[in-house]
C-alpha cells in the first residue's frame, strides 16, 4: 500500500488518467442500465397489452354468458309473476264474490233490524200508554187506599200505627213458632243421624272389648286367725303399733272388731306395702320392731318391681311404646288406686282401647288416641301428693317426660281443664264416659247421688210453665210436667233443647241424661 501510494505521488498525471477511466465505466454502467430497463419496460408493455387483450375477450365472453343468464331469469320471473297474477286474480274473484254475498245478507239483516226498528217503536209507544194508565189507575188506587184506611180507622178505633204494631207482634209470633218447629225438626233429624253413627261406632267398639273385669278394690281390713295377734300386734307398751305405723306411715287401727284389724292411710302403695308386711309378720309370728322393718324393706323392693312390671305390662297390652321410665313407674302405680270402686289401672286400658278403636273408625290418628287414653289418668298415682286436679298434675309429668303437644293437650282436657281443640281430645273424654259409665263400672255415695238428683229437678223448676219435675232411673232421665196453657207443643221442644243445655252446663254426672217434657190437656165434665 504504502508503495502505491509512493507511485502516486511520483507519477501525478496517473491520478487524471485514473480519473477519466473512473468516469467512463460509470457512464458505460448507466448506459447499459438505460438499456437494460428500456428492454424490460418493453417487455412489460407487451405482457400488459396481451394482458389486456385476454381480458378482453374473457369480458365479452362473461358479458354474452351474463347475457343469456339475464334472459333466462327474466323469463322464469316472468312466468313466476304471470303465474302469481292470474293466482291473485282467482282469489280477487273468490273475494268478490264472497263480498257480494255478504253485501246480500247485509241487506238481509238491515231489512230485518229495520222491521224490528219499528217493532220496538211501536211497542215503546205501547208501553208509554200503558205507563201512563198504571200511574193513572195507581193514584186511583192510593185514593182509595186513603179512603179505606180512614174507614177502618173509623171502624176499628185504631190508628194505621196501632195496626201495624199488631200485625208486627202476630207475625213476630208466626215467626217464632215457624222458627220453634224448624229448629225442632233439624234437631231432631239431627240427632236422629248422630244418633245412628255414635250407636255404629260404639257398638262397633264394644263388641271389642273383653268387659268381664270387675272392680277391684284396695284392701284395706286384714283378718286375723284369731284375736291373741292383736296383743302381739301392739307389743308391749305398744311399741310395735308405734314401729309399724312409723316405718310404713299408714295408720292401724285395731279396735273391737273380731280377729280383723284396718289399714287407714290415703296413699295406696304404702297402704298395700303395710298390708304385705302386716299379712308375712303374722304368718312369721315374729312382730318386733326390728322384724318390721326388715321385712317392709323386702315387700317394697317387692312391690317396686309389681308397679314398673305392671307398667310394662298395660303398656304393651295397649300397645303403647316407648314411654319413659317414670312414666310406667306411675302408670303401675295405678294397680293400687280405684276410683269409685273401679280399679283405674284397668280403667285406663279400657279408655286406651276404647279411644283407639274409635279413632280408627273416624279416621283420626289410632295411636295419639291410645297412648292419651292410657294416660289419661296417670296424675291419679300422685294427686294426693301435689295440689291441683289429676288431669293437670297428668299433664305436667306427660310434658316434664317427653310426650307430644297432643297427648299434653287431651290429657288436660278429658275433664275440661282446658277447651278440646282436637278430635283425639273428644274421643278421649268420651272414651273415659263409657269405661265409667257402664253399669257396674263404679260405686256412688248416697249423699252425692241424691245431691245430683235434687240438682237435675232444681234446674227444670227455675224454666218458666214448668209445673213439677222428677229425676228417675238413676238421675239418668228427667221427666217434666209443664201448664199446657203456658207452654204449647212447639215450645215444648224448644223447652226440653233449653233444659238439656243447662244442665250440661251446671250439672255434674257421668253418661248422658234424658229430659222429657210432658204436656197434658184434660177436659173433666160430669153426668148428673
Do not use: C
Not at 105 to 111: C, G
Not at 512 to 523: D, G, K, L, P
Amino acid at each position: 500500500m504504502d508503495a502505491f501510494m509512493n507511485f502516486v505521488a511520483a507519477n501525478p498525471a496517473f491520478l487524471g488518467i485514473a480519473a477519466a477511466i473512473a468516469i467512463l465505466l460509470v457512464g458505460i454502467g448507466w448506459f447499459l442500465d438505460r438499456l437494460v430497463t428500456h428492454r424490460r419496460l418493453q417487455g412489460a408493455q407487451v405482457h400488459a397489452r396481451a394482458i389486456l387483450e385476454e381480458a378482453k375477450k374473457e369480458a365479452e365472453t362473461l358479458k354474452k354468458e351474463a347475457r343469456v343468464e339475464a334472459k333466462d331469469f327474466f323469463f322464469q320471473k316472468q312466468q313466476e309473476i304471470e303465474k302469481e297474477t292470474k293466482e291473485r286474480r282467482g282469489e280477487l274473484q273468490n273475494l268478490e264474490r264472497k263480498l257480494a254475498k255478504r253485501e246480500d245478507q247485509l241487506d238481509k239483516r238491515l231489512d230485518v233490524l229495520d222491521k224490528r226498528e219499528r217493532e220496538t217503536q211501536q211497542k215503546q209507544k205501547e208501553v208509554a200508554n200503558l205507563q201512563r194508565s198504571v200511574v193513572e189507575k195507581e193514584q186511583h188506587m192510593a185514593q182509595l187506599l186513603q179512603q179505606q184506611k180512614a174507614q177502618l180507622e173509623k171502624v176499628s178505633g185504631m190508628t194505621a200505627e196501632e195496626a201495624k204494631e199488631l200485625l208486627l207482634q202476630k207475625v213476630e209470633s208466626d215467626v217464632r213458632r215457624d222458627a220453634a218447629m224448624i229448629i225442632k225438626r233439624v234437631e231432631d233429624e239431627t240427632r236422629e243421624h248422630a244418633r245412628k253413627k255414635a250407636r255404629d261406632i260404639l257398638i262397633t267398639t264394644i263388641q271389642k272389648i273383653a268387659s268381664d273385669q270387675t272392680a277391684e278394690f284396695s284392701v284395706s281390713t286384714i283378718p286375723l286367725p284369731s284375736d291373741e295377734i292383736k296383743g302381739r300386734i301392739i307389743g308391749r307398751e305398744g311399741r310395735n303399733i308405734r314401729a309399724f305405723e312409723q316405718i310404713t306411715g299408714i295408720n292401724l287401727i285395731i279396735d273391737d272388731t273380731p280377729e280383723a284389724v284396718v289399714l287407714s292411710g290415703f296413699d295406696p302403695i304404702r297402704r298395700e306395702i303395710a298390708r304385705l308386711t302386716l299379712e308375712r309378720l303374722i304368718s312369721d309370728g315374729r312382730i318386733h320392731p326390728g322384724r318390721i322393718e326388715e321385712v317392709y324393706e323386702k315387700t317394697a323392693r317387692e312391690i317396686d318391681e309389681i308397679v314398673v312390671e305392671a307398667g310394662e305390662q298395660i303398656a304393651f297390652e295397649s300397645d303403647v311404646h316407648d314411654l319413659h321410665p317414670e312414666l310406667i313407674r306411675l302408670l303401675g302405680r295405678l294397680k293400687y288406686r280405684t276410683s269409685y270402686g273401679q280399679n283405674v289401672l284397668l280403667h285406663s286400658k279400657e279408655v286406651a282401647y276404647i279411644a283407639g278403636v274409635m279413632a280408627a273408625e273416624v279416621g283420626a290418628d289410632a295411636a295419639i288416641a291410645r297412648r292419651a287414653g292410657l294416660l289419661h289418668d296417670i296424675g291419679k298415682s300422685i294427686d294426693w301428693e301435689m295440689q291441683g286436679g289429676h288431669a293437670v298434675i297428668g299433664a305436667e309429668h306427660a310434658k316434664r317426660y317427653g310426650e307430644s303437644e297432643e297427648v299434653v293437650h287431651a290429657i288436660l282436657a278429658h275433664h275440661e281443664d282446658e277447651e278440646p281443640r282436637t278430635v283425639e281430645a273428644l274421643l278421649v273424654m268420651v272414651a273415659d264416659a263409657v269405661s265409667a259409665a257402664r253399669p257396674g263400672a263404679r260405686r256412688e255415695t248416697l249423699e252425692t247421688y241424691i245431691k245430683r238428683l235434687e240438682k237435675l229437678e232444681e234446674v227444670a223448676q227455675s224454666f218458666a210453665g214448668v209445673e213439677k219435675s222428677f229425676a228417675i232411673q238413676a238421675g239418668r232421665e228427667v221427666r217434666i210436667l209443664v201448664e199446657p196453657e203456658k207452654i204449647d207443643d212447639v215450645e215444648a221442644a224448644k223447652l226440653a233443647r233449653d233444659i238439656s243445655k243447662k244442665i250440661e252446663t251446671e250439672v255434674e254426672y257421668p253418661g248422658q241424661i234424658r229430659v222429657t217434657v210432658i204436656r197434658e190437656t184434660r177436659a173433666t165434665e160430669y153426668a148428673r
